[in-house]
């Protein structure tokens, strides 16, 4: 079974960047759409920014500071992240999808210290 793994998520000081990536198990298996969510403690799980084929999608609070980009080859994602604010502590989850499948990662926990 195809599985998604996340990775980069690390102490960082306020205003600092960080590049997260998620992969898949396996390039069997193709995906319409990829997304990374997160989850800060004592709130629910929000969609931060998703790419579907050419188009990308950003929640409002972080447009201009985060950029979502795939491999699709290598069925691979990546989210940078740049003028990081505490608020944006949280884990970070990959997010994959096609007609069929929906996949999540387990979580990468990204705190931004002030």
């Known amino acids: 079974q195809v599985q998604l793994a996340e990775s980069g998520g690390t102490l960082v000081p306020a205003g600092g960047s960080l590049r997260l990536s998620c992969s898949a198990s396996?390039?069997?298996?193709?995906?319409?759409?990829m997304a990374w969510y997160r989850q800060a403690p004592g709130k629910q799980r929000e969609l931060v920014a998703r790419i579907m084929g050419s188009r990308t999608d950003y929640k409002d609070s972080v447009k201009g500071r985060f950029t979502i980009s795939s491999d699709a080859a290598k069925i691979t994602m990546y989210l940078q992240m740049n003028s990081l604010k505490p608020e944006d502590t949280a884990v970070y989850y990959c997010?994959?999808?096609?007609?069929?499948?929906?996949?999540w990662g387990r979580g990468t926990l990204v705190t931004v210290s002030s």
């Open positions: 997010n994959a999808r096609n007609t069929v499948l929906e996949l």
């Open positions: 396996s390039n069997t298996v193709s995906f319409d759409t």
